[in-house]
Structures are given as C-alpha cells and as structure tokens.
C-alpha cells in the first residue's frame, strides 16, 4: 500500500505565503502524474498544480503566478509553494499520484489524507 502524507498546511495572512509538502511512502517514479488537488466548502475536488515525469508543470488559471509545484529527489517528494495567498484558496489540499490514460489524462491512484490550509 502507497502512502502519501501531506505536511506544511495551516493559516496565513491575505497575501502571505505558504509551503506544502507531500511525502511518499515508496518511490512514485512510475506514476506519470503528480499533483495538487485542493477541495474549497462548497466546491469540488479539482486539480491546482500538475507535474509530469518530465517536470513540465501545469496550473489551474487562478493560481498562475501564485504557485509553484516541484518534485523533490528520487520522486519520493512532491511540494507546492503557495505565494500572495487569498481567502479564495482557503481549502483542503490534497497531494496524488497516478498514470495517464489513453487519452493523456491523468488518473489518480494514490491520494493523501490532505492538510488544511486557511487564508483570511
């Protein structure tokens, strides 16, 4: 069983910074897709930061400029760096690993329990 345990959440000012880390259990290198979902009240769980097995990285349109997804050594970490925070990206952030699909899509098997993180 892959484990995958999110660190780094909590509450920050409006315009403040914060950096979220994901570790997991077992070396993830062949899961193409790894990623940020974040889950709002209110909102679905949705996808907020993509990077691929070649490091291209890909964000949704609110947090471009905002944010930065990296991958640490041997793909056994995953963090995003959340910069100029706003009360919009209060929410659940939840670390995933998965394939592709043959469409290209990502399909994520292993997911995180999540770290909250508040703006306000």
């Known amino acids: 069983h892959v484990q995958l345990v999110e660190s780094g959440g909590g509450s920050v000012q409006t315009g403040g910074s914060l950096s979220l880390s994901c570790t997991f259990s077992v070396d993830l290198y062949t899961s193409s897709c790894k990623a940020w979902f974040r889950q709002a009240p209110g909102k679905e769980r949705a996808v907020v930061a993509l990077i691929l097995r070649d490091s291209s990285t890909t964000y949704e349109d609110s947090v471009k400029g905002r944010f930065i997804i990296s991958k640490g050594d041997a793909e056994r970490t995953l963090y995003l760096q959340m910069n100029n925070l706003q009360p919009d990206d209060t929410a659940n952030y939840i670390c995933?690993?998965?394939?592709?699909?043959?469409?290209?899509?990502?399909?994520?098997?292993?997911w995180g329990q999540g770290t909250q993180v508040t703006v306000s």
């Open positions: 995933a690993a998965g394939g592709r699909s043959y469409g290209g899509s990502c399909r994520y098997a292993n």
